[in-house]
């Protein structure tokens, strides 16, 4: 069975010049350090026992860094990351990843002048209708996240109300029914409405502990 890897793109265009000693207070460190292109390097980091690889775009930069448990450690250290700028793999070859990334780094630099405004309605009780208003942008983001669910699993985007709130929108893709995979007879139920329904936090299942790449 193929074993899917996030990698996550952040911009270090802030901390080009200090994450040195955020390194050191993290307790990450550098490994390796591969010169792949003059405008692409790959190093490896390590935080305990955890290797974990990156790519250096210096061009763009942006530092693709593999998701693991220290994923946020390394957001600290390096910068801010985009969810626009998530990849996720299977072949973990140089070959394989560096057009994904340069797809990606692609795509975020074409950028949009329109934001993509996303409104999710849901049940507020048991047979109660949900909506999904949205426009052109932010539903081909919507379904770019769900194919990439589909496929790997799960996936994320970033999106806002139209108040210009923005919010990350994940997506998880979980296979079977209550007769096959107990985890849909535990999960919390999505109904709103309190006064229909309170979730049993001691007995159901927190929907967002279902995330294998962003736990909260």
Not at 40 to 56: C, D, G, M, Q, V
Request: glycine content about 4%.
């Amino acid at each position: 069975m193929d074993v899917n890897t996030l990698f996550v793109g952040i911009d270090t265009s802030t901390t080009l010049t200090s994450n040195l000693a955020k390194r050191k207070k993290q307790h990450i460190k550098r490994v390796d350090l591969i010169e792949l292109s003059p405008s692409l390097s790959f190093a490896t980091y390590k935080k305990e026992n955890t290797i974990i690889r990156t790519y250096f775009f210096k061009d763009a930069v942006v530092l693709f860094v593999e998701a693991t448990q220290f994923l946020q450690d390394m957001e600290e250290v390096f910068g801010l990351s985009s969810p626009d700028l998530d990849v996720m793999a299977t072949d973990l070859s140089h070959e394989a990843l560096i057009p994904k990334f340069e797809k990606a780094l692609a795509e975020y630099n074409e950028g949009t002048i329109i934001g993509p405004f996303l409104h999710l309605y849901g049940q507020r009780y048991w047979h109660d209708d949900s909506l999904i208003i949205g426009n052109r942008e932010a539903l081909v983001k919507l379904k770019n996240v769900i194919d990439m669910a589909l496929t790997y699993g799960e996936g994320r985007t970033v999106v806002s109300s139209s108040d210009w709130e923005g919010y990350d929108l994940y997506v998880k893709c979980l296979p079977g029914e209550p007769e096959t995979n107990k985890k849909w007879d535990s999960i919390q139920l999505p109904y709103h409405d309190r006064e229909m329904y309170v979730p049993d936090e001691k007995e159901e299942l927190d929907p967002y502990k279902l995330l294998v790449n962003w736990r909260k």
